[in-house]
Nanobody, 125 residues
Framework: QVQLVESGGGLVQAGGSLRLSCAAS????????MGWFRQAPGKEREFVARITGNGLSRLYADSVKGRFTISRDIAKNTVYLQMNSLKPEDTAVYHCAADLRQVGDPVLSYIYDYWGQGTQVTVSS
């Protein structure tokens, strides 16, 4: 079992930055691909970013490309999402997720095996 706990969310003005953290426990996530998803009120959960176990491959949603950066610290068993130039439309609950098997389309939420509870990000205009 893997437990994932997100932190770092909050209220920020448009144009500001936040760094989200996803701390894993119970098992090392060094070989897992890790993803970030978000869900705004009344909307479906959507893919944000993904990083492979070795950190060499990263994938971003078009809506965040150039503004968000996903990274990982193997020693800390933690994944990060640096969010810059935030927009009101980035407002959502952000969840991290672990993909153990790494088979399937990485933007699809159902391929991920473990999920955190989420952290709220609110961007004011």
């Amino acid at each position: 079992q893997v437990q994932l706990v997100e932190s770092g969310g909050g209220l920020v003005q448009a144009g500001g930055s936040l760094r989200l953290s996803c701390a894993a426990s119970g098992r090392t996530i060094s070989t897992y691909s890790m993803g970030w998803f978000r869900q705004a009120p009344g909307k479906e959960r959507e893919f944000v970013a993904r990083i492979t176990g070795n950190g060499l491959s990263r994938l971003y949603a078009d809506s965040v490309k150039g503004r968000f950066t996903i990274s990982r610290d193997i020693a800390k068993n933690t994944v990060y999402l640096q969010m810059n130039s935030l927009k009101p439309e980035d407002t959502a609950v952000y969840h991290c997720a672990a993909d153990l098997r790494q088979v399937g389309d990485p933007v699809l939420s159902y391929i991920y095996d473990y999920w955190g509870q989420g952290t709220q990000v609110t961007v004011s205009s």
